[in-house]
């Protein structure tokens, strides 16, 4: 039976476990990508970026989403887009960058994204998801993977008929498949049986998304689907020690000093990444996650979910520190 730590090839690529951290939109930058892959992570996977806005030269977004730091290989970067052409051009940005691999998002149910043609929108249109597919191998020379969902609305099963396509016709090494279709988002339980399906149906390895949230539904649906890897998404936010302990690196929670030192790596981080005064705004999000993990009451912890700069939540670490908050 297969292990979560067992390693395993995608495209050539050697990958040394089950694990992949998923491209989680707004959020998966180098620092993110690099924590998981700090705590065991085998493979990392971009937020998703947009092919027109590399292709076109947009400055902001070839600076920022396009950094790989050294330390976070293999690596894969997401592109989403509606054209072939452009998509051959950014894949050639991507390759030039580092990056291990390409991975294409056909699966984005936002109504933002889906009205330009890009994401979910092209499971209705296999012709064009396939010429891109083929676009964004000729352009990195790079192993591409799609993201994929069943269909647009309950009952759909065009995804799984352009998996195959994209498998035949385009030579995508890889399918990461989120078992809920489009018009669910992130609503309702993923059928993990329907992943099985698709498993046993194509001759290129599965990657399974979607509600992996804990250990023990992970270690589930990866039994249960039959797919040669997992993505960690939401699951992971602000709790890295997810990957270590599905791995066997570790059984215990995090102590509070674990997760105070981790957050003050992301604040670094995410400084030399953004600059000081975005970093402030840009981490908001970030800090309830990792309260969630203290177990402190909400009393102490009020001023690191509030802090409106980086420096107050320096700050508020720092008493968080303190015996007095360490014994509550």
């Not at 330390?71 to 580092?98: C, I, K, N, T």
């Not at 269909?151 to 994209?166: E, I, T, Y």
């Not at 570790?250 to 105070?260: G, K, N």
């Amino acid at each position: 039976m297969r292990s979560l730590t067992d390693s395993w090839t995608l495209g050539g690529v050697p990958i040394a476990n089950r694990l992949v951290l998923a491209p989680l939109a707004g959020i998966g930058n180098w620092f993110v990508r690099l924590q998981a892959r700090r705590h065991g992570a085998g493979l990392v996977v971009s937020e998703m970026v947009s092919s027109f806005g590399l292709a076109y030269g947009n400055e902001r977004t070839i600076r920022e989403f396009l950094r790989i730091h050294p330390q976070e290989h293999p690596v894969s970067v997401q592109l989403f887009g509606h054209d072939a052409a452009v998509m051959r051009e950014a894949a050639a940005m991507v390759a030039g960058a580092g990056a291990d691999i390409v991975d294409l998002n056909m699966g984005c149910p936002v109504r933002k994204v889906c009205k330009t043609g890009a994401g979910a929108a092209l499971i209705d249109d296999p012709g064009k998801a396939v010429a891109i597919a083929a676009a964004a191998s000729e352009g990195s020379g790079l192993p591409v993977t799609v993201k994929l969902r069943p269909g647009r609305n309950p009952g759909d099963r065009a995804g799984l008929r352009l998996a195959r396509r994209l498998v035949d016709e385009a030579g995508v090494s890889v399918i990461a498949f989120h078992p809920r279709h489009a018009s669910q988002q992130h609503k309702g339980s993923p059928d993990y049986t329907l992943a099985r399906e698709l498993v046993e149906a194509l001759e290129v390895p599965v990657i399974l998304s979607g509600g992996l949230r804990d250990d023990a539904r992970v270690l589930a649906a990866f039994r249960e689907s039959g797919a040669e890897a997992v993505m960690l998404a939401r699951g992971s936010l602000g709790n890295p020690w997810l990957f270590e302990r599905l791995l066997g690196r570790r059984e215990e929670d995090p102590t509070i000093d674990e997760v105070l030192a981790e957050l003050g790596w992301v604040i670094g981080c995410c400084e030399d990444h953004l600059g000081v005064e975005r970093a402030g705004r840009y981490l908001r999000k970030f800090y309830p996650w990792y309260v969630e993990r203290l177990g402190l009451p909400k009393a102490l912890t009020r001023e690191l979910v509030e802090a409106p700069t980086t420096p107050a939540a320096r700050a508020a670490v720092e008493r968080l520190r303190e015996p007095a908050a360490l014994a509550a």
